[in-house]
């Protein structure tokens, strides 16, 4: 820990680390993170706080949805006793509430989510389903596309490269959910990619990373700031330090200053030295506002507000849930349903994912209350001025409230049945006149 606290190298392929041996075990803090590669986008999940936080948050709320294999009319069915099998248990260890949320923070992540299925024959409901991280799957393209009409002409292979080995996929054997750009090059066996809004974070997570890098340098090698000179101002003491006493004012220097578990001795030397502060304050260097510019720029281009992590009202993150779930959660739930509907399910049989029991979600009873009120003194005064009629206004009611407009429950007050009876009456004898004529 006293020899290179925190020291930049780059590596074989070009890339630049931030390299620390606290504790006794490196750790390893890349310089710039390409969210354009794969590769990188798993590596920034773990090291950018940030960005785990806002798309677990969103994969969190995704797991609150229940799904529903129903029929083209809504209905549920024994005969579909399978298919909400495998999606109850997707696999030996997961459930489908932990299945969606890794599928939801694939889909914000790379912008797709590769599903391998597991199947006793082509046709069959799968007897597993798993998702494999994106930076492994690999489809290859034949390099043609707008002319074709069947993905044998459009993907020449698919495969899983795991451990430096390749696990080929038939075509029923995987699916994929996207929420991307999907680009086909022109090159036969080149990849086909999915161009996200994630890949537009490079800088964000860059600049995160580099400020909590800077931070953890300030902490461990914390105290003044400062040049060390030789202060003696005859000829003689002008003589520049041999290397070995500046070693020696380093290392001693180095060993025995600092922040973190440390006391702080006054540094005893027998060289006239003197020391020249430098003006550095860290609190100028703002480092502690990277953490929430990083957050809101992330929340920001994953479509959710970024309300969701901070200290913000009650109502603010009521209304910030709830413009989540529709905007981005319930959209994307469409899209993981009607993806694995097309795949393990027969004709006409569809999987929903339903949310209505998120609290969010919930209608505010009081504010509807209100509603009706407004509505019912407006209805009122459209009668008084006969603008419209009973029925009609019952039509209009009938939007707020659960009624049959044509078929009251019940009785009305006398005051209300003998207007209704004198209505009813006026209209009969317009119809009868009508007739006469």
């Given at each position: 820990?006293?020899d ?24 390893r ?7 354009t590669?794969?590769s ?25 949805g ?6 083209k ?12 099998n ?18 939801e ?46 993905l044998k002409?459009?993907v020449?292979s ?6 430096g080995?390749?696990m080929?996929?038939?075509d029923y ?12 090059e ?46 003696y ?17 380093k290392d ?8 973190v ?12 030295l003197?020391?020249l502060?430098?003006?550095?304050d ?9 953490d ?21 009202k ?16 319930i959209p ?12 393990i399910?027969?004709?006409g ?9 998120v ?11 209100n ?5 019912a ?17 019952r039509?209009?009611?009938a ?20 207007s ?18």
């Amino acid at each position: 820990m006293y020899d290179s606290v925190n020291r930049v190298e780059k590596d074989a392929a070009g890339n630049y680390w931030f390299l620390s041996d606290l504790f006794g075990a490196r750790s390893r803090w890349k310089v710039y993170y390409d969210m354009t590669n794969n590769s990188d986008k798993a590596e920034a999940l773990i090291s950018c706080t940030p960005f785990f936080t806002v798309v677990d948050k969103i994969g969190s709320m995704m797991s609150r949805g229940v799904p529903y294999v129903v029929d083209k009319d809504g209905n549920e069915k024994r005969t579909y006793a399978d298919i909400r099998n495998i999606l109850h248990n997707p696999n030996p260890l997961q459930t489908f509430s932990s299945f969606v949320k890794q599928a939801e923070i694939c889909l914000k992540v790379f912008g797709y989510c590769p599903i391998v299925l597991v199947r006793a024959t082509e046709k069959s409901v799968p007897k597993a389903m798993w998702i494999v991280p994106p930076e492994i799957f690999h489809i290859e393209g034949t390099g043609k596309v707008f002319r074709q009409y069947e993905l044998k002409d459009i993907v020449s292979s698919a495969y899983i490269d795991c451990n430096g080995r390749r696990m080929e996929l038939e075509d029923y054997e995987y699916i994929i959910v996207y929420d991307s750009n999907i680009l086909v090059e022109s090159g036969r066996s080149a990849d086909v990619k999915f161009e996200s809004v994630s890949d537009s974070l490079s800088q964000p997570i860059s600049n995160w990373i580099a400020s909590m890098s800077a931070s953890y340098t300030l902490l461990v090698n914390g105290g003044p700031k400062g040049v060390l000179y030789n202060d003696y101002t005859d000829q003689m003491g002008n003589v520049a330090l041999s290397s070995e006493d500046e070693k020696e004012i380093k290392d001693s220097f180095k060993r025995d200053y600092g922040l973190v578990n440390k006391e702080y001795p006054i540094l005893v030397t027998r060289y006239k030295l003197g020391w020249l502060p430098l003006d550095f304050d860290a609190d100028k260097l703002k480092l502690h506002e990277e953490d929430k510019r990083c957050t809101d720029k992330i929340a920001n281009a994953m479509g959710i507000n970024a309300n969701l992590f901070t200290d913000a009202k009650y109502d603010n993150l009521e209304s910030a849930g709830k413009k989540a779930y529709q905007d981005v959660i319930i959209p994307d739930s469409r899209k993981i349903a009607e993806c694995l509907s097309k795949a393990i399910c027969p004709e006409g049989v569809f999987i929903k994912i339903d949310f209505a029991d998120v609290e969010c979600l919930q209608t505010n009873k009081e504010a509807e209350a209100n509603t009706l009120v407004k509505v019912a003194d407006a209805m009122q005064r459209l009668l008084d001025k006969s603008l419209i009629t009973h029925d009609e206004a019952r039509v209009e009611i009938a939007r707020y409230i659960d009624i049959d407009p044509d078929n009251p429950k019940g009785d009305f007050d006398n005051n209300t049945a003998s207007s209704v009876s004198s209505e009813n009456n006026i209209n009969n004898s317009k119809e009868n006149g009508n007739k006469d004529e």
